[in-house]
């Protein structure tokens, strides 16, 4: 197994623990505002993996800062934008919107470094974007002004994304990732407390949540993908991730939504699509997008 194909399936282990989060947070957004949600979560787990690696603090220099502050703006830029976003369409059309990012990084590697994906890169976008589409979409295509913001954090993540694979393999991914958690967390403090105020009911399950997506949904799941990124490309990760949908909607089953045949079939070609990316790699070689 080649350490691409090795990075490809942890960012598939990424992308099950982000599924099981949606009807997490779908429940725990009625108490906790989706600002003051993500402030919380974010600022969190910045202090817990702060304190794990609290010894090697030390070992901070101006470049992992920048770089973690760089990534962190485009993480908490798409969190933020995403949410917004939110409120004035539906959550479908969010998921397909967002999904998106899987056309624009390739697009943006081919611009800034002039990387063209290969053959079966494009075919597993084609597969994974038909499946997405068939998830998400229905009728109404228009495009409104939640679409808009959402196709704008699709922006930020793709950004995210690239600046990971570009600091990721010379920086311990450990400082990276506490660096970029604790910006979002500060990014989402101003409106958080401006539009929001704060205001929350901090019940048991609301808790719960919070610390269920610090922890596993943020501290090890942007800690394995600045990890994995150091050993696979950008482009695989935008595809891989498409998969997170995917797992929502097998989890959200648990809080009453059905798997209808159109998900079914959406989930099978965005797998199908991981898989094409995957195929024939050469042993030791690393795809070029």
């Given at each position: 197994?080649?350490?691409?194909?090795?990075?490809?399936?942890?960012?598939?282990?990424?992308?099950?623990?982000?599924?099981?989060?949606?009807?997490?947070?779908s429940v725990a957004l009625k108490s906790v505002p989706p600002y003051s949600f993500i402030a919380i979560r974010y600022t969190l787990a910045a202090i817990i993996l702060a304190l794990i690696f609290f010894k090697k603090l030390k070992n901070f220099n101006k470049k992992v800062i920048k770089a973690g502050v760089l990534v962190g703006l485009a993480l908490g830029a798409g969190s933020m934008?995403?949410?917004?976003?939110?409120i004035y369409t539906t959550s479908s059309k969010s998921g397909f919107i967002t999904g998106l990012n899987v056309i624009l990084v390739p697009v943006f590697l081919a611009i800034l470094y002039k990387k063209f994906p290969d053959f079966k890169t494009n075919l597993g976008v084609v597969f994974s974007l038909s499946g997405l589409s068939l998830m998400s979409l229905n009728r109404s295509l228009g495009l409104n002004r939640g679409d808009f913001l959402t196709l704008l954090s699709a922006v930020a993540f793709a950004v995210q994304i690239i600046l990971v694979d570009k600091y990721?393999?010379?920086?311990d991914a450990a400082f990276l990732t506490i660096i970029e958690l604790l910006t979002v967390g500060v990014m989402s403090f101003l409106p958080a407390l401006t539009i929001e105020g704060f205001k929350m009911d901090l019940n048991?399950?609301?808790?719960?949540?919070?610390?269920?997506?610090?922890?596993?949904?943020?501290?090890?799941?942007?800690?394995?993908q600045n990890v994995a990124q150091a050993y696979t490309t950008p482009t695989h990760t935008a595809i891989i991730f498409l998969a997170e949908p995917v797992f929502s909607a097998i989890f959200s089953v648990f809080i009453g939504d059905k798997l209808t045949g159109r998900?079914?079939?959406g989930c099978f070609l965005i797998f199908a699509g991981m898989i094409v990316i995957n195929l024939k790699i050469n042993r030791g070689e690393k795809i070029t997008a």
């Open positions: 197994m080649t350490k691409q194909l090795k990075a490809d399936l942890s960012l598939i282990l990424v992308t099950v623990v982000w599924g099981a989060s949606f009807p997490v947070m934008l995403q949410a917004v976003g939110l990721s393999k010379d920086m048991v399950f609301a808790v719960s949540a919070i610390l269920f997506t610090a922890l596993f949904c943020t501290i090890f799941a942007y800690g394995l998900i079914f079939w």
